[in-house]
């Protein structure tokens, strides 16, 4: 495996993303509530660029009528035909099988690093 | 001069034809924009409040986030940035407009509608089509006003740029009946074809998006669009349109395609039963829609199968008369390799063939 430093811990507060290419993959890095998560830019469903899309919580499953916000900051929503995705997980939220490519992130000496 | 720079090497099957999209819905950057081309009173109320149709952000629904012009504009309203964007990344030769003006044919006032239309036609004209040679325009015109519309058309037909009529796929009476005739016998007189895309349902004085009411969610009404187009060519069958203008070719844009096998043969068995009060109608219908009717292959259907799909295209003849089209900006559009799981035949037909015999390209 081979570690990439993406940027320093301090330059990705939680909320935000980073869009970058690592290998020549476009991936996207994100603080979710302090912890870091990478996920490959591609959608599972056409290859759109899921990682620029809006990031925000959703509607769980409920009765009719009944709303439940839910996953607050962890949903990701593919900016083409509007897929989402938890960015905890990677999991599509309408079948978990399908789930977005991801790679393992740690934090290194308040560096950034993604395992390719 | 342009700075855009051409694309990278395309792969080997891409490189065997060319690429025509079909669906372009180009758009103003404000409303402020048509107003140079306006005379009043339409000038002054184009900007006031309330004075517009108010369906065209239901039936736009959300646009790709990623079109959204670099200034920070509505999708679809920087030449330079759609043509970077859509025709030269996306490996796109030829590009037809079809605009968002059409469904004004349910505005209250035929007259604004009628200027509003012929004014977003000039626009066209003289803001995407002059500078870019890549790009083809349909005439908008106002289907609740035919004669205007047919004015219109004779107006702009002439042009080589313009390759099409469009007309929105909501109208008020289906549009196989004869108050719309004087439309196709003016696309007709300049050999154009008629296309007929999604418009607003359910707002102006169009009647509900269903024949049982209004639904609540965007999802509903999306999900049942295909319903109006099969009503608009079973009508057209019904009519006897393609009877009395044999040269006549239609454009289902936008309309989806999987419906299509079961009314081809739906008005098939009815027609045999049925003949003797339609006896204007003296073939089997699906033969008569081989022949005229043309369907873009936006929003490309998928099913669990994808061999399920190709069969579909089988059923309908796709292979002459499937139109590929990115219904860019749209949320819903397609890229062009959703098509690449297909035979080369059919990718070749799609992409190229078809559209350059039907407009003449």
Known sequence: MARHLVCRASDLPPGTRRIVT?????????????????????????QGPVCVGRVSGTYLPSAPDEYRPGLEGRVLRCPWHGWEYDITTAESLIDPTQKLRSYPVTVDDGNVVVDL | MSTLSRPEEQTASEKAYRVIDTDIHHSLPSWEALQPYLD??????????????????VEAGRSRLDSTPPDGGTPGSDPEFLVQQLIVENHVDI???TGNIYGWNVHPNPEYANAVIAAFNDYTIDKWLTPHDQLRGSITVNANDPEAAAAEIDRLGP?????????????????????????????????????????????????SATAVGTPRTFFEYHSGLPRIYMTQLISLIGEGVFEKYPELKWVFIESGV???????????????????????????????IKEHCYFTTQPLEEPPNEDWLLQIFDMINGEQCLLYASDYPHWDFDALHVLNHLPPNYRRAIFQDNAQRLFNL
């Open chain 2, 40 to 57: 009043e009173p339409w000038r002054t109320k184009i900007v006031a409040p309330n004075s517009r149709v108010g369906g065209l952000g």
């Open chain 2, 258 to 288: 999987v419906w299509l096998p079961h009314v081809m043969w739906r008005l098939d068995k009815e027609w045999k039963g049925l003949r003797r009060e339609v006896p204007w109608v003296k073939r089997p219908p699906s033969e008569v």
């Open chain 2, 95 to 97: 590009g037809i407009l």
């Open chain 2, 159 to 207: 042009r080589d740029d313009m390759v099409m009529v469009i007309i929105g796929a909501t109208s008020t009476s289906p549009y196989g009946q004869k108050y719309y005739h004087p439309i196709y016998e003016a696309a007709i007189r300049h050999n154009l074809p008629v296309g007929i895309h999604v418009s607003a349902a359910g707002t102006g004085i169009a009647h």
């Open chain 1, 22 to 46: 690592l290998a020549g993959r476009s991936i996207g890095v994100f603080n979710v509530k302090g912890e870091f998560y990478a996920l490959r830019n591609a959608c599972v469903h056409n």
